[in-house]
Nanobody, 113 residues
Framework: QVQVRESGGGLVHPGESLRLSCLASGSLFSIYTMGWYRQAPGNQRELVAQ???????NYAESVKGRFTIYRDVAKNTVLLQMNSLNPEDTAVYYC???????WGQGTQVTVSS
């Protein structure tokens, strides 16, 4: 049973950066496809970025060139580096394990001047 837990959210100004972390349990973490979703008030949850066990990444068009997803296998962690944040990035961000269908509890990211 995989469990995931997010951290790193917060309040930042437009143009600033944040890095989200998702700590996963389980010995098969390194081969799982992991992703970050986000949900803003009134909107559906949307995929922001995902990374396969082989390291292939995929991004939503709205974050390409600004966000980077990567994995620290030694720490069982998948990270999301978010640069050049803007108010439209404000949402609750969720970590998701595609192989097991496991969601984290979410972490709030607020971008406001």
């Amino acid at each position: 049973q995989v469990q995931v837990r997010e951290s790193g959210g917060g309040l930042v100004h437009p143009g600033e950066s944040l890095r989200l972390s998702c700590l996963a349990s389980g010995s098969l973490f390194s081969i799982y496809t992991m992703g970050w979703y986000r949900q803003a008030p009134g909107n559906q949850r949307e995929l922001v970025a995902q990374i396969t066990g082989g390291g292939t990444t995929n991004y939503a068009e709205s974050v390409k060139g600004r966000f980077t997803i990567y994995r620290d296998v030694a720490k069982n962690t998948v990270l999301l580096q978010m640069n050049s944040l803007n108010p439209e990035d404000t949402a609750v961000y969720y970590c998701y394990c595609f192989n097991t269908g496991t969601w984290g509890q979410g972490t709030q990211v607020t971008v406001s001047s």
